[in-house]
């Protein structure tokens, strides 16, 4: 049995993660701190902390959210009217891409910071789920304890406004940059790579196609 790259990329996140929880060098060593960017060039620490967690928890919610929406995000990317054979490579493009484009406003934020730390592959996971959003968004979705009851494009932005009120406030030790920059580059990723590989699939129209039909119109 073939092993979908969404749990190849769940079964090693995973495994760094359990082995950071009882060992402080592994996450010293991952995660991402822009000091060690600006002054040392420790450039994979932009992915490397997607590897790592805070906590189970953390990682629970991340890697259950990757699970939800991954398996079907990869299996639209390798359908023949999208990228076909190429849909797994570029799928794990956008998705290791993902985890250092979501973290480059935070970087130019807090370059020269030494308290400043951030760990886990929440920007990535964003980006998948809103990949999700933009293939079907009339799929129903919730927040956290709230069971899916909304469709996935009114979930988007209601997510996107939530997360920029959260980061204004920066009030909890949550990287909200993270999930906002992550989420908006699934989107663009998928929309460019569209076009660069000139399939006949056309995101953005297709997503407000689908939105017309489930209003009825």
């Known amino acids: 049995m073939d092993l979908s790259i969404t749990l190849i990329i769940i079964i090693i996140t ?4 359990f082995g950071g929880f009882s060992n402080n060098k592994i996450i010293n060593d991952m995660i991402f701190y822009p000091p ?18 805070a906590d189970t928890a953390h990682l629970i919610f991340n890697m259950l959210s990757l699970y939800l929406f991954g398996e079907f995000v990869e299996n639209s990317f390798a359908s023949p009217i999208l990228f076909a054979e190429k849909g797994k490579v570029l ?3 956008m998705y290791a891409l ?3 484009v979501c973290l480059i406003p935070t970087f130019i934020k807090h370059k020269n910071d030494y308290y400043y ?10 980006a998948v789920v809103f990949a999700g959003i933009l293939f079907d968004p ?6 956290f304890v709230i069971p899916p009851i ?27 940059s993270a999930h906002i920059w992550g989420a908006i580059f699934g989107i663009i990723f998928i929309v460019a790579a ?14 407000v196609l689908k939105i017309k039909h489930s209003l009825g119109n």
């Open 14 to 17: 995973s495994l760094i993660s």
């Open 36 to 53: 060690a960017v600006t002054q040392q060039k420790q450039w994979y620490r932009f992915f490397s902390c997607g590897l790592i967690h």
């Open 91 to 93: 799928y794990l493009a």
């Open 98 to 100: 993902a985890l250092f």
């Open 117 to 126: 730390r951030s760990l886990g592959a929440s920007g990535a996971v964003s």
């Open 138 to 143: 009339t799929a129903k979705m919730g927040f």
């Open 150 to 176: 909304i469709p996935g494009y009114i979930f988007g932005p209601l997510y996107l406004l939530i997360s920029t009120y959260l980061e204004k406030q920066g009030k909890d030790n949550v990287n909200h």
């Open 194 to 207: 569209a076009a660069i590989f000139k399939t006949d699939y056309q995101p953005l129209e297709q997503f």
